[in-house]
């Protein structure tokens, strides 16, 4: 209401630009003001919208995103409202993953953060300098809500590596379970900011069977990537044991010294960007899902690379997952044999949307017994701080003769590293 | 707080009726109006800062840019506030673009725009659904300048495509030179949504010589690109005729159709954050700028390219910058050896940055007789809709023959386009 009237003021100074000697319009902008100083409330923000439209309107909000079913991207976009998404860590990247999965019309958004808002995380999008001292959860409700109240908010303001953290964070992901799903959810996005933090939406993922995607971003501020998770199917967060030992004693460090990050806007909105574009791919069934991609803005440099499952894993959720995945693999064959028969017979219309959801080459059972970390271009996780170099420059990494060997093999890589990092 | 704001208004008012002919007092009523209309604006932004601190504290919103240098990223940080920058186009692109570098805490931001705010426009970042109805640079300064009062905004709320638009833009970007620039600002974001306004951009900057970043994306939502161009030195945007003609025929149809194109909040904020990265490497001096960067969503696929200007190019002024940049050869080779020299000397401490600042080969001026368009992956511009092959499936676009024989090439080029596009 009062913004009307403020817009309607702005209106009658633009023209009483184009025509100064109006003392008319001067009365008029007069009443307006005076009106204004009797206090009235009612925020301005749209309504609820019942069901998506194409109308091509300016007072439809969701035109532009059904126009990608013209457009012929994605097949059906009003799914979106089917699905729910839990964010981990409402930060420089998860704050914005949220912003956008909202305006995208997403049906119900979890975010977890146990952190307040304050001026040094102002060089990041999202957050305004008014709601300093409010929790993180909080902030991005009162904003998200405002952007599109379609959408349905939980909020946790919690630490999820506290044991009690854990298991509010367990039983929230499990709640609404429907058969069609392992969890309540449909994936899980972690934007967190440690080691610590990432185990643990690795544990808790690893033991309901959740998908999920991880992102980060270096403390040089200048590199980034995303990855995707699927327990038993890809390697886990905790499948690569030299490079994540690696990170943890150097984020240790990193943290009893007190040494303050740097962050980008650019990098982390490059960094969230990739991530939902990922996430929107996955659950709408468009183009290719990216296992992992990463993001080196020096060079502007994306390396991507698959991992696949350490059957040696520290993580015994992930072994039992990946147990799991082989034993269902006469399964998947058949019901890939029979989706395929069905869509040979009806062939004549092309498909929008490709089949392999995930971009992943399916493991052949018969290699799983060696730990392998496949990779075009590897890439250090966060923690450890240097710069990529072009991808034609990289060094293979050796796979691990066999996974017995990977403990004996620690000292080994830990010098390739260190090699990698100097170089 | 507001109530104050109220009653200044009303004595501004008041003063009109006496003075009506006082354009100043206007501008200072809009100001207090949108001030206004930023609910917490008075009471809990932060108030401005004089110097850039590095101080790690939670009330510092410059600490964790600060901390880009510490980490041999940056050497300078604050030199960002001598820098100004023109938006063009504050859409689903620019409104992203302006708040990274608000946030960066650049000196000076000039927005350009002629459009109101539409419920049609929530599914991109930025704009909220009680700033429907205002001007989207009016809007832009409302959330820009409750984000960091720091950064001076100027905002020209109108349409560079018209004659006395076009003055008003060349004006506003040659204001406040001083003897280091050719113009007032020290790089043009062109951020615009059609064929037109890009070529008017295009006109202004090779006019005035001013570098500039040009960016788009595409109408089918899941493409974009970002480009850098400096007048005479790289090609502009009409040196490339075959191309921009398909690409006008088309937005031209597109347009005449009413067609709604769709978009979508991850593209165009991943474009955004890999423009301001660029306008921050070029500005900042680290890393190194690339000249054309383009990014395929549904593949996660990011060609790069180089072109070089047309010496047969229909901008007249685009002819005349590249003479100079002929004629400043010997010059530049000088200063080039000079300062080789004088790092030579001084090289026991190596250089934190690049000193190619924008990572372009230089043309080879024996080589410029002949127009080519060097690409290891070429991309057609916004208005023609495919998608992108990867990388190593291009095929090599064939330069033309000499520059005089483009106009006859067109057909031919018009069928490979045509194949590039059914294959």
Same mark, same amino acid.
């Given at each position: 209401m009062e913004e009307e009237q403020l817009q309607a003021l702005l209106r009658d100074l633009d023209a009483l630009r184009q025509r100064p000697d109006d003392p008319a319009s001067i009365d008029r902008m007069r009443e307006r003001v005076v009106a204004m100083m009797n206090p009235a409330a009612g925020a301005a923000s749209r309504s609820k919208i019942k069901d998506m439209s194409a109308e091509v309107v300016d007072s439809n909000p969701y035109s532009r995103l059904m126009a990608l079913q013209r457009m012929g991207v994605v097949e059906n976009y009003e799914r979106i409202r089917d699905y729910s998404i839990a964010i981990v860590g409402i930060g420089g990247v998860g704050s914005v993953a949220a912003e956008m999965l909202t305006r995208c019309g997403i049906g119900r958004l979890l975010l977890y953060d146990y952190d307040t808002v304050e001026l040094a995380n102002?060089? $990041?999008?999202?957050? $305004?300098? %008014?709601?300093?001292?409010?929790?993180?959860?909080?902030?991005?409700?009162?904003?998200?809500?405002?952007?599109?109240?379609?959408?349905?908010?939980?909020?946790?303001?919690?630490?999820?590596?506290?044991?009690?953290?854990? %298991?509010?964070?367990?039983?929230?992901?499990?709640?609404?379970?429907?058969? %069609?799903?392992?969890?309540?959810?449909?994936?899980?996005?972690s934007c967190v900011d440690n080691y610590e933090a990432r185990m643990v939406v690795n544990q808790a993922c690893n033991e309901l069977g959740q998908t999920w995607m991880e992102s980060g971003v270096s403390e040089d501020a200048v590199s980034g990537h995303i990855q995707l998770l699927v327990p038993g199917e890809?390697?886990?967060?905790?499948?690569?044991?030299?490079?994540?030992?690696?990170?943890?004693?150097? %984020? $240790?460090?990193?943290k009893r010294e007190g040494v303050c990050a740097a962050s980008l806007p650019t990098t982390m909105g490059v960094v969230a960007g990739l991530l939902v574009q990922n996430a929107l791919k996955y659950l709408l069934n468009f183009g290719q899902v990216s296992p992992y991609l990463g993001y080196n803005s020096l060079k502007d440099y994306f390396p991507t690379m698959e991992m696949r499952p350490n059957p040696q894993c520290s993580n015994p959720a992930c072994v039992q997952r990946q147990k799991e995945y082989m034993d269902s693999k006469p399964a998947r064959d058949a019901a890939a044999k029979a989706k395929m028969e069905a869509e040979a017979s009806a062939a004549s219309e092309g498909p929008v949307h490709q089949d392999n959801e995930w971009n992943i080459s399916v493991v052949d059972d018969e290699d799983t017994a060696s730990s392998s970390i496949r990779s075009t271009a590897d890439v250090l996780p966060e923690g450890l701080v240097r710069e990529l170099p072009a991808a034609d420059l990289y060094p293979e990494l050796p796979a691990a003769a066999s996974s017995s060997a990977i403990d004996d093999d620690l000292e080994e890589l830990q010098r390739q590293l260190d090699a990698l990092n100097s170089s």
């Open positions: 102002m060089n $990041r999008l999202f957050f $305004r300098p %008014e709601q300093v001292g409010m929790t993180k959860t909080d902030a991005a409700v009162q904003t998200l809500s405002g952007i599109n109240p379609d959408v349905v908010l939980e909020s946790y303001s919690l630490n999820i590596t506290t044991v009690k953290g854990f %298991e509010t964070f367990l039983a929230s992901l499990k709640a609404r379970s429907s058969h %069609e799903r392992s969890t309540g959810v449909d994936l899980v996005l890809t390697a886990c967060f905790a499948c690569a044991p030299p490079l994540v030992v690696a990170s943890r004693v150097d %984020e $240790r460090t990193l």
